[in-house]
């Protein structure tokens, strides 16, 4: 089954940007349907950016709309989530996770993925 390593994530002051990766190993990482999670201190997991394994439909969080960005490169078995204008209340572990899915749906919930990297932190300072 695929692994995930995300790499990327650092101390930034408000306003920066950084780029996070996620690699994936194991089977043909373009089978997978895509998607990029957060969770802060003491809240949920939540729904951060996805993507079809094909590269198409992104679909984004209100709260990221126009500031995040979703990408992949499936000959490369990585994706990508390009973070701009970044705020102190982005703050948070930022994980990648993956599952096999060619549907039309956009998959927002953490129980819809079955694979998952093990985070990397990104830190915003004001």
């Known amino acids: 089954q695929v692994q995930l390593v995300e790499s990327g994530g650092g101390l930034v002051q408000a306003g920066g940007s950084l780029r996070l990766s996620c690699v994936a190993s194991g089977p043909t990482f373009s089978n997978y349907y895509m998607g990029w999670f957060r969770q802060a201190p003491g809240k949920e997991r939540e729904f951060v950016a996805s993507m079809k394994h094909s590269g198409g439909l992104p679909r984004y969080a209100d709260s990221v709309k126009g500031r995040f960005t979703i990408s992949r490169d499936n000959a490369k078995n990585t994706g990508y989530l390009q973070l701009n204008s970044l705020k102190p209340e982005d703050t948070a572990v930022y994980y990648c996770?993956?599952?096999?899915?060619?549907?039309?749906?956009?998959?927002?919930?953490?129980?819809?993925?079955?694979?998952w990297g093990q985070g990397t932190q990104v830190t915003v300072s004001s």
């Open positions: 996770a993956a599952t096999v899915y060619w549907g039309t749906q956009v998959l927002r919930m953490p129980d819809q993925y079955d694979h």
